[in-house]
């Protein structure tokens, strides 16, 4: 049975052909939900400021990447399980910095620990992917003050216990829920992803 890295490494010359044939929107929701905030002024971001750092975890072939350079983010890093995907995330232009083999099961790498202003994470929160938990590892890489942005399956939500998760780390101390968007554009024409934006007060 081919793990989830052999998988995505086949699919990745392929994989931007074929979710777009599948009306894949995640990506592009994530950053037009991101900008609509940070223009509502619920969370301080000047993406044109040379200084403001980004990691996009679990950047695949970099579509969430691609967005936010059009948006004007000049400083983007990426993360991503696949190799392959790493390659074509590479071909956007959008990363400053791409690194892979890194699997969101377990921290982050240490060096990336509370060095970003704005953590994204968009389509790895799916079922047999990653747990809950993982939402402590991207905390972990986002400054004190800093905001998390990703999504959720609505498949995972219901199986798995995120709500729970999450309040459990806000009641910690260590993140704070902004805002969220539920049953939104994901896949097709389904409303089957849920949006989330925190903010990291300290991991």
Request: aromatic share 12%; glycine share 10%; proline share 4%.
């Amino acid at each position: 049975m081919q793990t989830h890295q052999e998988r995505y490494d086949k699919w990745a010359p392929d994989y931007n052909r074929d979710v777009a044939a599948r009306n894949y929107d995640g990506p592009e929701y994530i950053v037009r939900y991101l900008m609509e905030i940070v223009n509502s002024g619920k969370v301080l971001i000047n993406p044109t400021n040379p200084d403001f750092k980004v990691i996009d975890v679990g950047c695949g072939s970099g579509l969430v990447g691609k967005g936010l350079q059009e948006h004007g983010f000049r400083h983007i890093d990426g993360t991503d399980l696949s190799q392959g995907m790493i390659v074509e995330a590479h071909k956007t232009g959008a990363y400053q910095t791409l690194i892979g083999w890194v699997d969101l099961n377990h921290p982050l790498p240490f060096f990336l620990h509370g060095q970003y202003d704005l953590t994204l994470c968009c389509g790895v929160f799916a079922l047999d992917f990653v747990e809950p938990q993982s939402l402590k590892w991207l905390a972990q890489v986002t400054k004190p003050g800093g905001t998390i942005v990703m999504s959720t399956k609505t498949t995972y939500y219901n199986t798995y216990d995120f709500e729970g998760y999450y309040k459990q780390l806000q009641s910690e101390g260590k993140i704070k829920l902004v805002d969220c968007r539920m049953d939104q554009p994901y896949l097709g024409t389904e409303a089957d992803g849920h949006y989330w934006i925190f903010s990291v007060n300290g991991a």
